[in-house]
């Protein structure tokens, strides 16, 4: 599985941006799909997941401002990103998880996914 990130960019602060995810694969909608940030110096961060059964999961710090959405026709996720702030300046990743079936914590975590992307970065300005 490839997964091919889109959509990042600079933004100042209030902005909006939308991420795309692009993954090869045949059984796309069975994957649960995830989002990941890394700052500078930080360790990776959970952003949001839709699983496999449609259920999606957001960290809270994004809880109102992003959204997740899929297009299984497309083989694709989105992430839009409303009211962005300096703290969301990361580089943001992409992940899919083909076959553990995930749902409500171990979406969360990085080791429950076994494909990732190259990243894509996002920077908010103040």
């Known amino acids: 599985v490839q997964l091919v990130e889109s959509g990042g960019g600079l933004v100042q602060a209030g902005g909006s941006l939308r991420l795309s995810c692009a993954a090869s694969g045949r059984t796309f909608s069975s994957y649960t799909m995830g989002w990941f940030r890394q700052a500078p110096g930080k360790e990776r961060e959970f952003v949001a997941a839709m699983s496999w059964s449609d259920d999606i999961y957001y960290v809270d710090s994004v809880k109102g401002r992003f959204a997740l959405s899929r297009d299984n026709a497309k083989n694709t996720v989105y992430l839009q990103m409303n009211s962005l702030k300096p703290q969301d300046t990361a580089v943001y990743y992409c992940?899919?998880?083909?076959?553990?079936?995930?749902?409500?914590?171990?979406?969360?975590?990085?080791?429950?996914?076994?494909?990732w992307g190259q990243g894509t970065q996002v920077t908010v300005s103040s």
């Open positions: 992940a899919a998880d083909t076959g553990s079936y995930c749902s409500g914590y171990g979406c969360s975590q990085p080791f429950t996914y076994d494909y």
